[in-house]
């Protein structure tokens, strides 16, 4: 008898044990089982595709060759350093103008509701769209960008500067700053918001300046938040083709050719996909090794806090 | 001291409006021309340039827009696409954030980089084998497909999202209730949940607007006219021999406004931020 | 319950009857590429008059937006969705032919009624790839000099340019009389090529992409001087600076807005340029002939193909003999601007305005227009269009690189794939 008890005991507790141990993958399942089915095996697929040499109807083996010619492929290093300038320039742009929309979006002011709506606007335009849009406002002829920075001096005469190859690449990062800022804005907002209140009344109390409560409270919260966007936006702008493909299309003479437009211009107008997939397999490779270290970065903060 | 802190509170004062009008400049004027172009009469648009507004305006882009073409139905197939996607993914993307956030598991990282993984890689490279998957399965050519897909790559960024919500929200809460007796499902409906609203506002809000402008997917997948969603139909304004400026402008000023009617909606959530009542109730 | 069962009998019979008239019915699928909404209204009516005296066949279109439409079509064949028919550009053509993706059109044209009519040139264009006619074109686009009246009449030139060197001075001329316009409209972005081989070819005083013995000609002197001619005008400022990217539709809005003076085009761009100036501003002139005395303007076509996949090939040929007919096919050429592919359709009134001209004096002078077509056979014809020009041009124009080094990247590539399509077609 006793025996048997101090068995289901044990049986319960391991029990207990086993469904603790499954719980969080419970809750993980339903994405898993999307990412797996949808996403992972699709994307297996297409990291074989580096191993063949592809024409439109054909496919060859070819072993590591596409990862050789890679090796030597004087416009893969010209598009990553590219690639590198475009995420850059969008990427801390974005950051920052979005951290400083969030925290004015915070206070209390006359009108707050509508302009938050009007500020958020811009996400909501399909990245298409926005591309047409700015290349239209670069427009010489139609647009008012290239007279007003001639008016300004900036330029001797009003010419757009998307035909330049030393500045064409401001060009798509402008449209790209002004589309991702509500991004950044929306969700350190929504973080912000998460703060307890009690928080900043305590800090307050104890005497602490402005900029006090903004280093000591604000800014550790919002940490983990801020690590998680911020890696997410540079992959995502790093692999974003659309707005460099509508403005410039990689032009002029392939001054903003980036990894991600040279994977498109790879996989349909030298119809080698083979060689798109060993680009974008580099392309995965550098951003995880990005991604880790900043995961490593944010397990930090999170320990410090 | 009275004064000074006046003084201070004028320039503050200052500052702050001179920076939202300038964020407020900034968002609105492209979305501006837009709107400029679309009210432009064709014969117009060139000639006058870079006038700030038309010296005649024109309502005729929207009407052909809404009345001769097929823009009314991409709409509707947008909408139904936008919202079962954004709806779906942050169903799954809260419970997949919240087990992120509070587990401490074996292969924690390894979902992490999973789910980074499905970010990394341009779209181009798994669209060959999708489309073939898909066409086996008959989920070319219909919403569902779309649907399918558009959830399929915004978990990742919605759990992450999602999670980092659930990490602002401080433990003890949630550990309080459950030493109350609440079992865990129930401290994180009772708890967590109505503290994240603020995020998962701002998730619903994010992952529509990606379905709602999502293109590579909605061009390759669809066929049929009646399927199209509004993004592919711009395409359309833009042929080999001309491009309507015009009637493609007036689509996409009428494109904005659900989504302007659904972040509207989202407001109450990304503003008013229910946290503070919640933590002091 | 006796109710209900009647209901249902009806019920099943009525099902039964709908899927007999759906077993019935063919549907025909039929791919658009070269799109515009105009166009795809026009098509569609005549589709419906088309079902209208067909009945039971049905014709289901499918519109690509046309920016994206190599991607998509390709995309779709590739996974195995293929169409019954699709309208095949010129350049896509050995892409598709040369994989055996194309239906063999000879047997069903020998039963065509209007066959007879047909231009030798059709049937010599659709047949490029293993000398079978895997397409017919429905028409021709030719290039031709589309200038400014006005604006040459305030630089103080009277009448087009009749040769090359004379172009050139009437451009620089134009650029600086007249303050903030330009000489030429120049094309630097996408489709540049049909515009860099007139002035190529032109120099040399040779006609089309190769010698005899599979070599290209674009390297050769007066080919370089050709492109070097090109890259001046761009340079010393006679062509807008953003012209650099320019494709089709900035050029033609360059035209008619009067900011570049003199554009080399086809008739498609006519729809848009007669459309927003007035008819005495503009005339269309045979292109200027170089040192040799002889011009080379490129000819472009597009047309139908049928897909070898396709499970209704007769039915698919009802629909494209119809669309080929005399009556459609000279409405098709007056609503997209092309020429009419039928002998005999260039009396129609419609064409013998000055506008037309230009185009009309090319085809008729063969001793001193010869033109020329894109080497449609070769398998990467798209490839080198639409990757390996655009960038190295632009690199021309921008002074990063010399003409002669990319006539010899372009020479190179050209004689490869030349030279491989002649080993295996000995």
Sequence with gaps: MTLSRADEINRQARMRRWAAMAEPWLYLSPALIFIVVVLLVPLVIGICYSFYKFSAFRSEWAGLDQYRT????????????????????????????????????????????????VVFLPWAVPTFLTGLTWAWLFNPLIGPIPHVMYYLGIQKEAVTILASPDHAMWGPILANVWYGIPFFAITLLAARKSIPTELYEAASIDGATAWQQFTKVTLPFLAPTIAITVMLR???????????????????????????????????????????????????????????????????????? | MVGKSA?????????????????????????????????????????????????????????????????????????????????????????????????????????SLLLLLTQTFPLVMVIPPIFRIMGQLG?????????????????????????????????????????????????????????????????????????WSELLFALMLINSESQKTFSVGLLTFIGKFAVDWGQMMAASVLALIPVCLFFGFLQRYLVTGLTAGAVKG | MRKFALSMAFGVAALALSTASVLADTTVQLVEVITSPQRTE????????????????????????????????????????IPDMVEMPERWMGLYANNGQLEAL???????????????????????????????????????MFWNKKMFKEAGIDGAPKTMDEFAADAKQIAEKLPGKYGYCLRGGPGAFGSIQQFMDNMAGKSGYFNADGTSIFNEEGAVKGLQMLADIYQKGWAPKDSVSWGFNELVTGFYTGTCAMLNQDPDALIGIAEKMNADDFAVAPWPVGPSGKAYPALGYAGWAMMSASKHKDETWKVMSFLLDNKQNLGWAKTVGTLPIHNGAESDDYFKTEQFAGWFTELKDASKYELTTPPTYLENLGV???????????????????????????????????????????
């Design chain 2, 139 to 211: 989920l070319t050519d219909n919403l569902y497909g779309l649907i399918i897909i558009y959830t399929a790559f915004n978990i990742a960024f919605a759990t992450f999202l999602m999670q980092s919500f659930f990490d602002g929200v401080p433990k003890d809460l949630e550990e309080a209730a459950m030493i109350d007796g609440c079992s865990r499902f129930v401290a994180l409906r009772r708890i967590i949940l109505p503290l994240t609203l603020p995020g998962m506002g701002a998730t619903v809000a994010f992952v529509f607007t990606a379905a």
């Design chain 1, 70 to 117: 890679l090796a030597t492929d004087p416009v893969l290093y010209h598009s990553l350093y590219n690639t590198l300038w475009w995420t850059a320039g969008s990427l801390i742009l974005q950051f920052f103008l979005g951290l400083g929309l969030a925290l004015i979006l915070n206070r209390a002011f006359f009108g707050r509701k509508l302009v938050q709506a």
């Design chain 3, 106 to 144: 000879g047997p069903y044209m020998d039963k065509w009624d209007e066959f007879k009519t047909l231009g030798d040139r059709a049937k010599q264009l659709g047949s490029t790839v293993k000398d079978t006619q895997f397409m017919i074109p429905y028409g021709y686009y030719i290039n031709a």
């Design chain 3, 42 to 81: 026009f098509l569609k009516g005549q589709l419906a008059e088309f079902e209208k005296a067909n009945p039971g066949i049905h014709v289901d279109v499918v519109s690509l937006p046309w920016g994206e439409a190599f991607e998509k079509f390709l995309s779709m064949v590739q996974a195995g969705q």
């Design chain 1, 234 to 305: 540079t992959v995502w702008i790093a692999t974003f083709a659309d707005l460099i493909y509508v403005m410039t299309a990689g032009g002029p003479a392939g001054s903003t050719e980036t990894i991600a437009t040279y994977i498109y211009v790879s996989t349909f107008k030298t119809l080698d996909k083979g060689y798109a997939s060993a680009i974008a397999v580099l392309l995965l490779f550098l951003l995880i090794l990005y991604a880790l270290v900043v995961i490593q970065m944010r397990r930090r903060l999170m320990r410090d806090m």
């Design chain 2, 7 to 111: 003084a201070r509170r004028i320039i503050e004062g200052v500052g702050l409006y001179g920076a939202v009008a300038l964020y407020v400049a900034f968002a609105l004027f492209p979305i501006y021309w837009t709107v400029k172009i679309s009210v432009t009469p064709q014969k117009l648009l060139y000639s006058e340039g870079i006038k700030l507004w038309p010296s005649r305006m024109t309502l005729e882009n929207y009407s052909s827009v809404l009345a001769a073409s097929d823009f009314p139905r991409y709409f509707l197939n947008s909408v139904v696409v936008s919202i079962s996607t954004s709806l779906i993914v942050t169903v799954i993307a809260s419970l997949a954030g919240y087990a992120l956030s509070r587990f401490q598991f074996r292969g924690k990282v390894g979902v």
């Design chain 3, 384 to 426: 080198f269009y639409d990757s390996q020009v655009p960038k190295n041009f632009q690199a021309v124009l921008l002074g990063q690189k010399t003409a002669k080094e990319v006539a010899d990247t372009w020479a190179k590539f050209l004689t490869d794939e030349q030279q491989k399509y002649m080993a295996a077609h000995k």
